[in-house]
């Protein structure tokens, strides 16, 4: 088996295992956890690109932050639903994190159903928690996340598992029609690590 896919097909305790291990020895990754747990965001998780780019650069040597544009936090708050609110936090955040090479961007999940059907022309139920969203990513692939918790240890979140991550292939998520969301993110990725495999729609 190739060297970057040394994790591919173990049992999900190993695997999580591993995604911890990667997480917890990238330093911009623990700044922004360590950060993120500061600011008691409530229902925060640190999610998608820049966890599973990082273990795909780990594993094939690469740059730690290659393919990385932004650091993508998700929180809930539904005591606030107005974009004042959200946008409050996103401009809070974006000052403590200017110094990093990245953006971090926090959205507030529990506004999604407020703006996703204009955009994607289709009905979304509201979201009850964080997490929730991850199951409706247009590709499983995507759907991780990571929260620090006060005791230090790392929480992975991965309703569809870790097996397609450290397996290198993108695979459709076929609960909402998000089909050029999935083919454009898997042809961008594929352009950067050639190694993914992609499952189309």
């Known amino acids: 088996m190739a060297g970057h896919l040394r994790y ?5 305790a190993a695997q999580r295992a591993a995604l911890i291990e990667i997480i917890g020895s990238e330093p911009l ?8 747990r500061d600011t ?6 640190l999610v ?12 094939t040597d690469r740059p730690a932050l290659t393919g990385v544009k932004d650091i993508d936090v998700f929180y809930f708050d539904d005591s606030d639903l107005s974009y004042e609110a959200e946008d409050a936090v996103i401009k809070r955040l974006g000052r403590q ?9 926090p959205r ?13 022309n289709q009905p979304f139920a509201p979201l ?9 990513y247009a590709s499983k692939t995507h759907s991780v996340a990571a929260r620090l918790e006060a005791d ?19 695979v459709p998520n076929h609960l909402l029609e998000n089909e050029p969301a999935h083919t454009a993110k898997a042809a961008r990725a594929k352009s950067v690590w050639p190694e993914l495999s992609v499952e189309p729609w």
């Open 8 to 12: 591919s097909g173990l049992d999900d």
């Open 29 to 36: 990754l623990m700044e922004v956890l360590r950060g993120l």
């Open 40 to 45: 008691a965001l409530p229902d925060w998780l």
């Open 48 to 59: 998608a690109g820049a966890i599973y780019n990082v273990v795909w650069n780990r594993l």
């Open 97 to 105: 994190f200017a110094h990093l090479p990245l953006p971090v961007e």
């Open 108 to 120: 507030n999940q529990a506004r999604v159903h407020l703006w996703f059907p204009q955009k994607f």
């Open 128 to 136: 009850a928690s964080s997490s929730e969203m991850l199951g409706r």
């Open 152 to 170: 230090d240890t790392l929480s992975i979140v991965a309703p569809f598992g870790l097996d397609d991550i450290f397996s290198f292939r993108i």
